[in-house]
T-cell receptor, first 110, second 115 residues
Framework: GENVEQHPSTLSVQEGDSAVIKCTYS??????FPWYKQELGKRPQLIID?????GEKKDQRIAVTLNKTAKHFSLHITETQPEDSAVYFC?????????FGKGTMLLVSP | SAVISQKPSRDICQRGTSLTIQCQVD?????MFWYRQQPGQSLTLIAT?????????ESGFVIDKFPISRPNLTFSTLTVSNMSPEDSSIYLC????????????FGPGTRLTVL
């Protein structure tokens, strides 16, 4: 089955800095790669996703890149703000089910 | 976007008992799923809830422990049976909306504590 590795497990940045979270996947058949943000005590929220026919997607301060050859995808957050502090999960999917990475706790200090 | 509700939002149960968690959506959806999130951990898929047929369970999860129903396109239940403290987790349902493919949106979760 699919295996998703996510790094780093924790990331501390200063407000205004950029943050990058990286994931690798094992199943070459995977074609959908979402990112979720989970604030403490809340449900995971889909913040951005990318499909295998696209190399990069951007939505305001967040962007996701995908390298299918390397089976690698990344989340980029620019101009970080304290409200970006949360746990971020990457995931990979081939048909309908999602396999999640272990998560990255992002802390943005004012 | 679809509004997803779960009941109960939290519960404290005694070992050996069972708890049924409900997931209700305000519109018809194609796929519904149940996840477990242990404290401080990632999300693990328990099963895909299939409308009108038996759920499809992931490795490590069995129907006797986690029976699932999905009688229609807007409702599903997950039962955690014969509970032990190791079952203490957040249980979340998720769904793929009717016109989407792969996208999943999560319910608010049920926080279960087993004593």
């Amino acid at each position: 089955g699919e295996n998703v590795e996510q790094h780093p497990s924790t990331l501390s940045v200063q407000e205004g800095d950029s943050a990058v979270i990286k994931c690798t996947y094992s199943d070459s058949a995977s074609n959908y790669f979402p990112w979720y943000k989970q604030e403490l005590g809340k449900r995971p929220q889909l913040i951005i996703d990318i499909r295998s026919n696209v190399g990069e997607k951007k939505d305001q301060r967040i962007a996701v890149t995908l390298n299918k050859t390397a089976k690698h995808f990344s989340l980029h957050i620019t101009e970080t703000q304290p409200e970006d502090s949360a746990v971020y999960f990457c995931a990979a999917s081939g048909y309908s089910t999602l396999t999640f990475g272990k998560g990255t706790m992002l802390l943005v200090s004012p | 976007s679809a509004v997803i509700s779960q009941k109960p939002s939290r519960d404290i149960c005694q070992r050996g008992t069972s708890l049924t968690i409900q997931c209700q959506v305000d519109s018809q959806v194609t796929m519904m799923f149940w996840y477990r999130q242990q404290p401080g951990q990632s999300l693990t898929l328990i099963a895909t809830a299939n409308q009108g047929s038996e759920a499809t369970y992931e490795s490590g999860f069995v129907i006797d422990k986690f029976p699932i129903s999905r009688p229609n396109l807007t409702f599903s239940t997950l039962t955690v049976s014969n509970m032990s403290p190791e079952d203490s987790s957040i249980y979340l349902c998720s769904l793929t909306p009717g016109l989407s493919y792969n996208e999943q949106f999560f319910g608010p979760g049920t926080r279960l504590t087993v004593l």
